[in-house]
């Protein structure tokens, strides 16, 4: 043979053999080819075993003797199960480490509770999924549950050996239990070391307490890597479900600070920078807080809010705490959790430092006039059992009689620059062409020489305003007014509606809502009367038309603003005004006379008085404007 016919022979047998190992089934497939042999063939023996076995039921039924049944594939899988058992054991070892003896059982209820609350937990996690406050109820007559129980997670996280746990997959047994406190534990393969977590409610108040206790495994978990997480869903426990959303946030208070709240109207996340004695999940008039008297550690902690789109919850709330440290003799954790009302007395009575804050009632002087003033008269007339709707008259009384002073002082104070009307209708004349700053300063002369203070009219009402604002704030918080009625208002905490229709009003009905609320229809119209009262008490002011469109123009936005807040707070706003009008009607006729305070005024003008240094300084501040105005 040549060379060429040679190589021809090589490729040749080159090509077989590649096609050969090319179409040759893979070790998968032949594995899988395998285990249909091995499927069909216990098929097949099944089938003859219960063919067997149906022939010797006859054959016994006949008398005959038993026929010997095969041997098959189940005869023999207690070996099968065996080598499952000894992977699922390894399987769960790698998973759970020393909790594998927890990770398989089944889950049960346990519940706990007092006269204040409910609280049902789960064995499975140890974790409490429901929470009733037995005094409240929801605007529609439903039990009032603090948390929506399947709205996210409750665990404590933390690493034992060198596998990362959580409580949320361990199912607990229960050690102990009684009334107000039960004992969870969960196993390991060694009866000296377990995770222990109790918790106990306080007889008389709204606290529960819990402790977790990582019993023989100091060593094995570092308490500062305990990590508790919580996530829950608010659930629309009120009449207006938007408005409710308004008032739901995060609050928190670092150690040795003010408290501090996320954002209220959009989602916001927050890793906390310091020790921090409180974490609180506020709802309109409920909350859900975690106390910790040594603080939670700064190290990874984080809080962060959502709002919910849905028709039944109100925000989605997150809170990630660490521990700082443990006992010294093997590790625990311990905090306390407050499951109640926004009641500003009991928040109080706590005594952990600023949680009534939790109760927004206004910064700065607003909060003191409230938390001074409003609530200790509040809660006086409280005591009495009246309807909250005579309370709330009653309260606007004492506040008005208390103002009656700074109501009086105002009342002359107008009056005196009203009954210098023909002198200023001279200096008006005498510089209708003129310079205004000459104008300016003749009024101020003449107001010297008479003995009139031009501010003393505007101090009283700066008084007053704090203590309408702080009522702003006052009546939407209060939870005394919740579900509470009055004539026609079915809850003084929310709106009340004389009608009501379905169909959204384009570009209005997220601010004014689908009803009509008569306390704010009334509010309007009375501020309107009360303006225009206050008006003709007033000095006429030349060049100033936009005071009579402001007659107006407040109280319509008023009506709008407020129409879908607390008819107590637009009731409050109506007495204040029918009040303030009867005073003004009253101090007029008897108190004040116009005539007499003309003949006092006139009688200082022929011996002035020496100007004050207030005066001496605005009439130099006139001058020195005028000088400059000259040199230009």
């Known amino acids: 043979m040549d060379r060429n016919t040679v190589i021809g022979i090589v490729l040749i047998v080159a090509i077989l053999f590649g096609y050969t190992m090319y179409t040759m089934p893979s070790k998968v497939e032949r594995a899988r080819a395998q285990h249909t042999a091995d499927s069909l063939a216990t098929v097949e023996l099944d089938q003859r075993a219960a063919k067997a076995a149906e022939e010797a039921a006859v054959a016994a039924s006949a008398g005959e003797p038993p026929v010997p ?89 933390f690493i034992a050996g060198t596998v990362d746990m959580s409580t949320e997959h361990l199912y607990f047994s229960v050690a102990s239990k009684d009334s107000d406190e039960v004992v969870f534990q969960a196993a390991t ?61 995060v609050y928190y208070k670092y150690q040795g600070k003010d408290r501090n709240y996320l954002s209220e109207t959009k989602a916001e996340d927050l890793k906390l920078e310091g020790r921090t004695n409180w974490v609180a999940f506020k709802q309109d008039f409920f909350t859900v807080a975690m106390v910790n008297d040594s603080g939670f550690s700064s190290n990874g902690s984080e809080i962060a809010i959502r709002p919910e789109t849905d028709s039944t919850h109100t925000k989605h709330y997150s809170a990630k705490l660490f521990f700082d440290k443990g006992r010294d003799d093997e590790p625990a954790v311990a905090m306390r959790f407050y499951l109640g009302p926004n009641h500003f007395g009991t928040l109080r009575r706590t005594e952990i430092p600023q949680f009534q804050r939790i109760i927004d009632l206004g910064w700065g002087i607003f909060g003191f006039m409230n938390q001074w003033l409003v609530i200790p008269i509040f809660n006086w007339l409280d005591g009495w059992g009246w309807n909250y709707g005579i309370i709330i008259l009653v309260l606007t009384i004492v506040i008005k009689l208390l ?21 200023m209708d001279v200096i008006t004349e005498k510089h209708k062409d003129g310079d205004a700053l000459k104008k300016q300063q003749a009024t101020m002369d003449l107001y010297r020489k008479a003995g009139v203070n031009p501010a003393s ?39 009340d509606s004389i009608f009501s229709w379905t169909q959204q009003i384009p570009f209005i009905s997220s601010t004014y809502g689908n009803h009509i609320s008569l306390f704010t229809l009334l509010m309007a119209a009375s501020t309107i009367v009360y303006s225009v009262i206050n008006q003709k008490q007033m000095p006429t002011q030349q060049g100033m038309p936009s005071m009579k469109l402001m007659i107006y123009l407040f109280p319509i936005m008023m009506l709008f603003f407020l129409n879908n807040f607390s008819a107590g707070l637009s009731y409050y706003y109506l007495l204040a005004n029918v009040i303030s009008i009867l005073q003004m009607t009253v101090l007029k006729s008897w108190f004040v006379d116009e005539e007499k305070i003309r003949n006092k005024l006139l009688m200082n003008m022929k011996t002035p008085k020496k100007k004050s240094k207030w005066q001496q300084r605005l009439e130099d501040m006139q001058k020195q404007q005028q000088a400059a105005k000259r040199r230009k």
Request: hydrophobic share 40%; glycine share 6%.
């Open 69 to 157: 049944l095969p041997v098959t594939d189940s005869l023999i899988s207690a070996a099968d199960s065996a080598l499952l058992d000894s992977l699922r054991s390894t399987a769960l070892e790698q998973k759970f480490g020393v909790f594998q003896t927890s990770a398989e059982g089944t889950a049960e209820e346990v519940i706990l509770g007092n006269k204040r609350m409910e609280i049902r937990f789960s064995t499975l996690g140890a974790r409490p999924v429901v929470m009733r406050l037995k005094e409240y109820q929801t605007y529609r007559k439903t039990p009032l549950l603090l948390a929506d129980p399947d709205s996210g997670t409750y665990e404590l996280k």
């Open 403 to 423: 103002l009656m002073p700074l109501t009086y002082k105002n009342l002359v104070a107008s009056t005196k620059m009203r009954v210098l009307k023909p002198e």
């Open 189 to 249: 393969a060694d009866p000296g070391k377990f995770l222990r977590i109790t918790y106990t409610l306080d007889s008389l108040s709204y606290f529960m307490h819990m402790n977790a206790e990582f019993v023989g495994l100091k060593g094995v978990v570092d308490p500062r890597n305990v990590l508790f997480r919580w996530e829950l869903a608010g659930l629309n426990h009120e009449k207006h479900l938007p408005t409710e959303r308004q008032k739901c946030g």
């Open 457 to 495: 009219g505007c101090l009283p009402m700066l008084v007053q305003m704090p203590i309408l604002y702080a009522m702003f704030r006052f009546f939407p918080a209060s939870i005394e007014l919740r579900q509470k009625s009055f004539l026609w208002a079915d809850d003084l905490s929310s709106y």
